[in-house]
């Protein structure tokens, strides 16, 4: 559709960096390393990504505070803008199964933090916004592992048959 050649086309060279946003987000560390790495070399600095990270956060946290007010995640993705390229939905599904609205809005803020810490200091700039979407990547990780633990422990029949036994007590 037109819609969907505009988002694509509207990036320019920030296809990188959504990719960048996305991985942080979905907590795929060895990613967001070789994307920061690739966005240094590109001139990209490190105010740069740290505000466009923090943009992603507030994206992130619009669409799931639309969600929790009852709209279904197709249409909200549909109709945010800029819109975000269809082929990034899934990726966007997943961030919002790992982070909950109040961690986003720690996160944003968090990232507001690296902008500003970005700006003030430039000498450490690039280290700074590495420092904070490997934070962000390391937290999302962790409640995707904790996600599998949970959804294992669920599956599992030993499980299930103490829970049964437990609530019959």
Same mark, same amino acid.
């Given at each position: 559709?037109?819609?969907?050649?505009?988002?694509?086309? =509207?990036? =320019? =060279? *920030?296809?990188?960096?959504?990719?960048?946003?996305?991985?942080?987000?979905? =907590?795929?560390? #060895?990613?967001? *390393?070789?994307?920061?790495?690739?966005?240094?070399?590109?001139?990209?600095?490190?105010?740069?990504?740290?505000?466009?990270? @923090?943009?992603?956060?507030?994206? !992130?946290?619009?669409?799931?505070?639309?969600?929790?007010?009852? *709209?279904? !995640?197709?249409?909200?993705?549909?109709?945010?803008?800029?819109?975000?390229?269809?082929?990034? /939905?899934?990726?966007?599904?997943?961030?919002?199964?790992?982070?909950?609205?109040?961690?986003?809005?720690?996160? #944003?803020?968090?990232?507001?933090?690296?902008?500003?810490?970005?700006?003030?200091?430039?000498?450490?700039?690039?280290?700074?916004?590495?420092?904070?979407?490997?934070?962000?990547?390391?937290?999302?990780?962790?409640?995707?592992?904790?996600?599998?633990? /949970?959804?294992?422990? !669920?599956?599992? @029949?030993?499980? !299930?048959?103490?829970?049964?036994?437990? *609530?019959?007590?």
């Amino acid at each position: 559709t037109v819609a969907d050649v505009e988002a694509l086309c =509207g990036l =320019g =060279g *920030e296809g990188e960096a959504n990719a960048l946003m996305d991985s942080a987000f979905a =907590g795929r560390e #060895a990613d967001v *390393e070789r994307l920061m790495r690739r966005l240094f070399a590109e001139g990209w600095g490190g105010a740069d990504i740290a505000f466009a990270a @923090h943009g992603h956060a507030v994206r !992130l946290l619009d669409v799931s505070l639309a969600v929790a007010a009852g *709209e279904s !995640l197709k249409a909200v993705l549909d109709r945010v803008r800029p819109q975000i390229f269809f082929r990034r /939905h899934d990726l966007w599904a997943l961030q919002l199964r790992l982070w909950r609205s109040e961690q986003l809005a720690a996160a #944003a803020s968090a990232l507001n933090g690296a902008v500003y810490d970005c700006r003030s200091e430039t000498a450490v700039a690039e280290a700074a916004a590495s420092r904070a979407l490997l934070n962000i990547a390391s937290q999302a990780r962790g409640r995707a592992s904790r996600s599998e633990e /949970h959804t294992s422990e !669920l599956q599992s @029949h030993l499980n !299930l048959v103490c829970r049964l036994l437990l *609530e019959k007590k």
